[in-house]
């Protein structure tokens, strides 16, 4: 059974029927949560709060909380453009210099941001994703802020860190708890930047809380019905979502680590990989539908011949989807795939 959300033209080719929704989530789709992409050239002539994402992921979770009061510009809201090697143009710079808020990933996955950054010398508040996930508890990383103990009220606005963070999966939009803590800090900003607006990120915020929550419960569901479940990932890209539903990832990580690098998996690793998926132990694959290469290809094929379900996710936002109703199509896909 393959069970694949593959894209085309960066459209997805599958959606969740509609009972897979519940309704806070419903209600923030049909509410139209999707960001609005206001163009490099285009000022705030309506005053609204001018918030610049480094991909469509937190462009979406920035128009879901700042709602008709912002406009939002994601720097890469394609599917076919790759994070990790972007290359930042003049029309991105300008962009970035006129934002007042700025969202990015951070741990080296956006760094073409951070060059943006110091070329413009924004004085823009930076809210880095990897902070909220060191908060999480799912980046193991010193955190550079004096007061460790604040929890997620602390104010990552001020102070912008530039690093890579060596051994971490930086993919941390995964990480349902991460997004949440990010996502009230944002609306706490946003009433500082327009505080006539504070009620309307307040309460956005509380609905998005809500989704989330809806959104735990069916990683819940999974836990309960499938705990301890062995996973193959192709890239570590789902792993946060994967540790939340108490998957087991059973990869070799020398195969993962060289497939996101782009490299050659070494014969051994991949003659290890062979036996696992062909062992009868693996409930579901994971592979990213952005990329790929020869490796990929034949654990996907080794995966058909065994009879083990295939799902695919990517790293940015399909369109027409908001943050969470992908990670609706995400979680129902993960738990069809193991039912």
Request: overall charge negative.
């Amino acid at each position: 059974m393959i069970i694949t959300s593959r894209y085309t033209g960066g459209m997805c080719s599958r959606r969740l029927a509609a009972s897979a929704v519940p309704l806070a989530v419903a209600g923030l789709i049909l509410a139209g949560c999707t960001p609005t992409n206001a163009g490099a050239d285009s000022g705030s002539d309506s005053g609204a709060v001018r918030i610049v994402a480094s991909t469509s992921v937190y462009a979406s979770l920035a128009g879901a909380i700042g709602g008709d009061r912002v406009e939002v510009t994601p720097i890469i809201a394609s599917l076919s453009q790759d994070p990790h090697a972007y290359e930042a143009s003049a029309r991105d710079q300008l962009t970035i210099s006129r934002a007042d808020l700025i969202v990015e990933n951070g741990g080296g996955y956006d760094s073409f941001i951070d060059g943006l950054i110091e070329s413009t010398g924004t004085d823009a508040v930076v809210l880095t994703a990897v902070e909220y996930a060191k908060e999480a508890g799912i980046v193991d990383a010193p955190d550079h802020h004096d007061d460790d103990d604040e929890g997620p009220e602390h104010d990552h606005g001020h102070e912008h860190e530039h690093e890579h963070l060596d051994g971490v999966n930086e993919h941390v939009w995964y990480d349902l708890t991460t997004v949440s803590y990010l996502a009230e800090d944002l609306a706490e900003h946003l009433a500082e930047l327009d505080p006539e607006g504070a009620e309307t990120y307040e309460a956005n915020a509380a609905e998005f809380a809500g989704g989330m929550s809806d959104l735990d419960g069916a990683l819940a569901e999974i836990v309960f019905d499938h705990s301890g479940a062995k996973v193959f990932v192709t890239e570590p890209v789902p792993l946060a979502l994967t540790d939340a539903a108490d998957l087991v990832n059973v990869t070799p990580a020398e195969f993962s680590e060289a497939v996101e690098e782009g490299q050659d998996v070494p014969p051994a690793v991949l003659l290890e990989a062979s036996r696992l998926i062909q062992s009868g132990d693996i409930s579901v694959v994971i592979a990213n539908a952005q990329t790929g290469g020869a490796e990929t290809t034949e654990v996907i094929e080794w995966a058909e011949a065994a009879g083990i379900p295939v799902v695919e996710f990517t790293e940015l936002l399909p369109d027409g989807e908001t943050y969470q109703s992908w990670m609706w199509e995400n979680i129902r896909a993960l738990a069809d795939a193991l039912g």
